[in-house]
């Protein structure tokens, strides 16, 4: 856990702070005792804070994610205690306990449990699915709502707890989407791609999202080559570079991670594979500014479907310009967070109250507008968000833009990307 | 699914690539067993180690404007002179003579630089693009990126320094002889402590070298290590612990067995093919492919 939960210490002594102590405490006491009576109502005024549970991964494999959603999760804090906290609460503040789920599920379930007996009203978190499956439950019997910030597995929010809100899209939505606007593209463009390539890593998330696009895209027209799968780590993609050569594909699709997204894009580039464009959903960089950035002209033109902010609404280009200016890289993960921990916010203030009951009816019947995210207010069914959808970005002189859907477009898709 | 033509033309470039990837988990590797070889300890912090010199690449880049292959001439005495003081004044004085107190420290110093590394660098993956990141060269059909080409010659001449090294110098014969019997070279004067935290030193040296040959292809981030420490424990097992000719043959052949693996079995099963070749090895030559029976 962390720093934030620790109790107070004291080091001094009770032998050496006796004697010259005494007058001392009269002292001081005397000088609050005048100051309280000056000002009555200083006191009384202050409201006591409230404690939310941020349950990320800080620690293993997805430490990464975690950490950046935290860094939205407190700067959601910062802004609200900001601007005086929590009103219907008498401006009470927010105050984070973090806790470190470590990757693990049984580690997440475990720290639900820790937070249980903080005193937490509502926890935000856990960024993966396979966490969540645990922490969710665990919340569940203490009565505590969760706000996931990712966690998109649909199972999350279908086995009827009462207890857990997914603001952003979940996997099939974003899927169902991002099949459609990569057709779109292409109808728009005049259908110059027939044929795909999928490669994907071995876990439940690239194997799925594969198994999707495999069933899909042939009903849309299109000519599925192959689906290729790795392991992670893969350290070498010069076969699969050569594959892809070889089959000669229109589109390369990727469903995998950070690591190997781009150790792929760069290998296809070294080796002169140039499809005519790469698209992923929920990909692992490819709306990631520092791939943009760091891998330059093999990241140019890679199209992604996921979470971003829409880039009509000032606040978000603010929020971003925020995290950069303190030397952070901005992400989905860190956007997601920001938001659950604001969606979270509105419901404590409707609820009028910290009692964990109150907060999850609010959640529940929360109509939020008040956000940047291209999806019109909160709706939730189930414990997701109905309005919530994914945009189609694309890497362009080496920066993220939104170039689906039209309404929150910041820059016309180039499809087929012209990769050379 | 996977058709004849294919394979027939990807065979010359997918053994190749194999070769290169090779090179480097047998540099990886050699720093390895000669740590194992002179002080019989099998160090955890390997990889660890490795993602510190990846990181000393990557800033010196970043910061300094300083090329991966010129980053050389720092990271690898720099690597030199963290691996003398850690041996010398860490796991040296925690071992109380007891070969497991030194896996332990090895193990805790792995999760100490890790959780730096996540505080000072976050947990992000991080990659460099030089001029020659995308240049190719033709050998003979297999298109190969001149990194990949130049951190293959370089880690084939590191391992022939090391093993000029080993050879030809008086430190190289203290190596061998503690290497052999700590005791007798006590005996006749060879300063027993300074040559085991001399060959943990040259051991990191490895890593520095091939970190400079691994960036521009590859990325950086705090758990890199994790990827290439089981695989370098695989080849120090294969060639035979301590062995140094078995070091560089082992990781050639891992290199080799994981391309061709990928090749015909598929990226994800690929990698299979490594380790049922390490059992097979294993069960007819228990000492590992160039190792001495004890």
Redesign the interface.
């Known amino acids: 856990m962390s720093e934030t939960m620790s109790e107070p210490t004291s080091n001094a002594t009770p032998s050496a702070a006796a004697a010259p102590g005494r007058r001392q405490f009269l002292r001081v006491s005397g000088v609050l005792a005048a100051s309280a009576g000056a000002a009555p109502g200083l006191l009384l005024a202050q409201p006591a804070p409230i404690k939310v549970g941020v349950l990320l991964p800080l620690t293993g494999a997805v430490a990464y994610p975690g950490q950046q959603s935290r860094e939205g999760v407190m700067l959601a804090v910062e802004d609200i205690n900001g601007r005086g906290g929590i009103q219907s609460l008498g401006g009470a503040k927010l105050d984070t306990l973090v806790a470190d789920a470590q990757s693990q599920p049984q580690v997440g379930a475990a720290e639900v449990d820790k937070l249980n007996e903080a005193g937490v009203c509502a926890i935000v978190g856990p960024y993966a699915s396979a966490i969540a499956f645990a922490t969710t439950q665990a919340a569940a019997r203490h009565n505590i709502a969760c706000v996931l910030d990712q966690a998109v597995a649909d199972q999350i929010t279908s086995r009827g707890l009462k207890n857990v809100f997914r603001f952003g899209p979940s996997y099939e939505m974003a899927v169902r989407t991002g099949i459609n606007n990569f057709h779109i593209l292409n109808t728009v463009a005049g259908k110059p791609v027939k044929s795909v390539i999928v490669v994907h890593e071995e876990s439940l998330f690239g194997t799925g999202t594969a198994a999707t696009i495999a069933r899909d895209l042939p009903a849309l027209g299109y000519e599925v080559l192959e689906v290729i799968k790795h392991a992670n780590p893969t350290r070498d993609f010069n076969n699969i570079a050569l594959r892809i050569k070889a089959r000669n594909p229109d589109v390369v699709m990727q469903a995998n991670y950070l690591n190997e997204f781009a150790l792929l894009l760069r290998t296809l580039r070294q080796q002169g594979v140039r499809p005519k464009a790469m698209y992923s959903i929920f990909g692992g960089g490819g709306s990631n500014p520092k791939v943009a950035k760091e891998l330059g002209e093999a990241a140019e033109g890679v199209l992604d479907c996921n979470h971003w902010f829409n880039p009509r609404d000032k606040r978000g280009a603010a929020l971003r310009a925020r995290v950069e200016k303190k030397g952070l890289t901005f992400t989905h993960e860190l956007l997601m967070g920001y938001n659950a921990t604001m969606l979270l916010a509105d419901a404590i203030e409707r609820a009028k109250s910290i009692r964990r009951e109150a907060i999850i009816d609010a959640l529940a019947a929360s109509t939020w507008a008040d956000h940047f995210m291209p999806y019109g207010p909160t709706r939730f069914v189930n414990g997701q968000n109905q309005g919530a959808q994914p945009v189609v970005t694309q890497i362009l002189k080496g920066d993220v833009r939104v170039v689906l859907p039209n309404t929150y477009a910041e820059a016309e898709a180039i499809f087929p990307a012209t990769r050379g | ?1 996977i058709d004849s033509a ?1 394979i027939g ?2 065979l010359w ?2 053994l190749v ?1 194999g070769l290169t ?1 090779g090179a480097i988990y047998a540099l990886i590797a050699l720093g390895l067993t000669l740590i194992y070889g002179v002080l019989h300890i099998i160090n955890f912090a390997h990889g660890s180690l490795l993602m510190v010199a990846l990181y000393a690449v990557l800033v010196l880049f970043e910061r300094l404007g300083i090329d991966p292959y010129a980053a050389l001439v720092v990271v690898v005495p720099g690597m030199f002179g963290i691996g003398y003081v850690l041996q010398r004044f860490v796991i040296n004085p925690a071992r109380h003579g007891r070969d497991e107190n030194t896996l332990l420290v090895t193990l805790g110093l792995s999760i100490v630089i890790e ?1 730096l590394a ?1 505080h000072f660098f ?8 030089t001029a020659y ?2 240049m ?1 060269v033709d050998l003979a059909g297999a ?3 001149m990194p990949r080409l130049l951190a293959f010659a370089g880690a084939l001449a590191s391992c022939l320094a090391l093993a000029v090294l080993m050879r030809s110098t008086d430190l190289g014969r203290a190596i061998r002889a503690v290497a052999r019997e700590a005791q007798g070279a006590r005996v006749v004067g060879i300063d027993v402590d300074h040559v085991f935290a001399m060959s943990f030193a040259i051991g990191l040296a490895c890593l520095g070298a091939a970190a400079c040959f691994l960036l521009p ?3 950086v ?3 890199v290590g ?3 420490v089981l695989i370098a424990f695989t080849v120090v097992v294969l060639g035979g612990m301590g062995s140094f000719t078995g070091s560089l043959v082992g990781g050639l052949l891992v290199g080799v067995i ?2 061709l693996g ?2 015909l079995l ?3 099963l690929g ?1 299979i093919g490594v380790f049922v070749i390490f059992i097979v090895i294993l069960l007819f030559r228990p000492a590992g492919l160039f190792g001495q029976r004890t």
Do not use: C, W
């Not at chain 2, 976050?122 to 693009?129: F, V």
């Open positions: 699914m294919l033309a990807a470039p997918a690539n990837m959780n996540s976050k947990t992000d993956t991080r990659q460099i693009e990141t995308f190719m298109v190969i990126s292809t590859y990325y981030s705090p758990q994790h990827g290439f994981e391309s990928g090749l598929g990226e994800s990698q």
